[in-house]
Structures are given as C-alpha cells and as structure tokens.
C-alpha cells in the first residue's frame, strides 16, 4: 500500500460540534408542547482539540482546533401532537495546531492559517410527532439539512462536509414519579456523496448519532441536572489507515469521506427562570473515537417560548 505524505495525517473533518448541538435538549424530543406553542432558542457551543484521533497507529498531536457555534433555532406547534422545527448555526473556527506541518493543505485548507474564520453552515428543518404520551412518550422526526455557505471542506480547521441530508429518527422517553426522567435519541441520517471526484464518491456518508438523557428536576421542576451520552457512527467512509487505496490528487480531498466515529460523555443544568425564560448549560468531554478530533465541547443555550 502506498503512504500518503505525512502532512495529510495531520487534516480531519470533525463533527463533534455539531454533534453536541444535536443533543444539547435531547432529553426534552420525545414530549411535544402544547397547540399553539412558539419557542425560540439560541445555543452556543465551544469545541476545543488539540489532537487528531486515528483509526490505527499513533495520533496526530498538535493538530487541533477552537470551535464556537452559536445556533438559532425555532420551534412551533401548529396542531396537537406535532411539532416543526428549524434551525442555523453560525461557525467561527480557528486552527490551533501546528501551522508548519498543517498549511497550506494542497487541497484547500484555506482556514488552516491560524485565523479566525466565520460562516454559516447548513440549515435544517424538520417536523417530529408524539405517538405516545404514557407508558412511554414516543415521537419520530423526520428532516432535512441543506448548506447555505460555501464553507471549507478540506483541512483541519473546516466547517463541515458540505453536504446535504435526510434525517430519520426515533425518540422515547419515561418519567418515573414526578422528577426522574430518562430519554433515548437515534437519527439515521442518509448523507449525500461527496463527490469531489468519482474516486471520492464511491465511499458512503450514512450515519447514525444517539443520545441517552438521565436526569431529575428539582425546586419545583425549575431546576433540571442531567447527565448525557453523546455518539456519532458512520457507515462506510474511509479510515486513516487506508491511504494510499485512492489516487494521489483524490486522496486530498478524504475529510469528507473519512469513517468517523465519536463517543462524548458529560452532563448539564437548565433552569425555568420565568415560564416563559429558560437557561441551560453543560459539557460534552471526549471519551474515544476514530478518524476525527478529540473535542470536548461546552455547551450554553437560552430558551424563550413567545406563545
């Protein structure tokens, strides 16, 4: 097999961000609101790296990167039972790791030079239905996510895959008494190909991300801890010890098909400052992975129901 040079060990497309925001309010999916309900919430995620994650071998050390996502989203409910949900990050990223080995990626990598770079990434929408209320909420979802910039794709520091998907998933969850609440999330996500070449096309983005929420209310249900389980699988891609399977001039453009998987541990607080006005903040910590970075991420949202 042919080694690919080393400089392109170094490049990962990481999705640990963006896999936090997904689960930030996991434990609240199963259960939709009332008629009528309009709720807006702006999220903020810090993703900090230091390091390349490999399949095999040793890691990439002094490759990492600083993420901060702020994400708008908005939640009405037009009958009973459903839900329709939209929402946009904004990213800014900015390479940490070492800029003597990273730039510049023959590739792109145009935000591997150390700056601070912003755009916004990909929009999704979605609707999702409450089945079941007891013995156990239940509600399938159903969305797609689109992008909406032309971001960087290639390098260390990028803003994502840069393609579009359909996302199926399935939450449930139970309360046992009045405050102790458990929730399960899993999306399977049908992603586009990443068709930078025909070589690159041939390797599969489908993933599947899930979440397990437990947590108990306190003060009168205004003060919720929680402790959460963060994962991220995809199926097919391609592993970093697989260079040299691919061309050389395709093989520049392997973040966006790389294999990754991701497993983050954590936990958070929320509190209903009025009925209306609600915070919340947590931590996702990095607890193993492959082809990716090895982020922890931080969490901080405020949640405002208009109607």
Request: proline fraction near 3%; glycine fraction near 10%; charged fraction near 15%.
């Given at each position: 097999?042919?080694?690919?040079?080393?400089?392109?060990?170094?490049?990962?497309?990481?999705?640990?961000?963006?896999?936090?925001?997904?689960?930030?309010?996991?434990?609240?999916?199963?259960w939709v609101d009332e008629k009528g309900?309009?709720?807006?919430?702006?999220?903020?995620?810090?993703?900090?790296?230091?390091?390349?994650?490999?399949?095999?071998g040793m890691d990439a050390p002094n490759?990492?990167?600083?993420?901060?996502?702020?994400?708008?989203?908005?939640?009405?409910?037009?009958?009973?039972?459903?839900?329709?949900?939209?929402?946009?990050?904004?990213?800014?990223?900015?390479?940490?790791?070492?800029?003597?080995?990273?730039?510049?990626?023959?590739?792109?990598?145009?935000?591997?030079?150390?700056?601070?770079?912003?755009?916004?990434?990909?929009?999704?929408?979605?609707?999702?239905?409450?089945?079941?209320?007891?013995?156990?909420?239940?509600?399938?979802?159903?969305?797609?996510?689109?992008?909406?910039?032309?971001?960087?794709?290639?390098?260390?520091?990028?803003?994502?895959?840069?393609?579009?998907?359909?996302?199926?998933?399935?939450?449930?969850?139970?309360v046992f008494g009045e405050a102790t609440?458990?929730?399960?999330?899993?999306?399977?996500?049908?992603?586009?190909?990443?068709?930078?070449?025909?070589?690159?096309?041939?390797?599969?983005?489908?993933?599947?991300?899930?979440?397990?929420?437990?947590?108990?209310?306190?003060?009168?249900?205004?003060?919720?801890?929680?402790?959460?389980?963060?994962?991220?699988?995809?199926?097919?891609?391609?592993?970093?010890?697989?260079?040299?399977?691919?061309?050389?001039?395709?093989?520049?453009?392997?973040?966006?098909?790389?294999?990754?998987?991701?497993?983050?541990?954590?936990?958070?607080?929320?509190?209903?400052?009025?009925?209306?006005?609600?915070?919340?903040?947590?931590?996702?910590?990095?607890?193993?992975?492959?082809?990716?970075?090895?982020?922890?991420?931080?969490?901080?949202?405020?949640?405002?129901?208009?109607?």
């Amino acid at each position: 097999m042919r080694r690919c040079p080393a400089s392109f060990a170094f490049v990962i497309a990481s999705a640990c961000v963006a896999l936090a925001a997904a689960g930030r309010d996991a434990h609240a999916q199963a259960w939709v609101d009332e008629k009528g309900t309009l709720e807006f919430n702006l999220g903020y995620n810090l993703g900090i790296s230091d390091k390349v994650i490999v399949d095999k071998g040793m890691d990439a050390p002094n490759a990492g990167a600083t993420t901060h996502e702020f994400t708008l989203a908005a939640e009405y409910v037009p009958v009973r039972h459903l839900a329709v949900d939209v929402a946009l990050p904004l990213m800014l990223i900015e390479y940490t790791g070492d800029k003597s080995v990273i730039y510049a990626h023959p590739g792109g990598g145009k935000y591997d030079d150390g700056k601070l770079h912003t755009t916004l990434t990909d929009l999704r929408a979605g609707v999702r239905y409450q089945l079941l209320e007891d013995p156990l909420a239940l509600s399938p979802h159903v969305a797609v996510s689109i992008p909406v910039a032309n971001y960087e794709t290639v390098g260390n520091a990028v803003a994502g895959r840069h393609l579009k998907a359909l996302h199926l998933g399935l939450s449930a969850g139970h309360v046992f008494g009045e405050a102790t609440y458990v929730h399960a999330l899993y999306e399977f996500s049908i992603v586009e190909k990443y068709d930078r070449t025909m070589e690159t096309a041939v390797f599969g983005q489908n993933r599947s991300d899930f979440t397990v929420t437990v947590g108990h209310k306190l003060l009168d249900q205004r003060l919720d801890l929680h402790v959460d389980v963060n994962g991220r699988v995809t199926h097919g891609g391609m592993n970093f010890s697989q260079f040299g399977m691919l061309p050389a001039p395709d093989e520049l453009y392997h973040d966006g098909i790389l294999a990754e998987s991701i497993l983050l541990v954590g936990g958070g607080v929320g509190f209903q400052i009025t009925n209306a006005l609600g915070i919340n903040a947590g931590a996702r910590l990095f607890v193993t992975g492959a082809n990716t970075q090895n982020a922890n991420v931080y969490v901080f949202g405020i949640t405002w129901t208009a109607l």
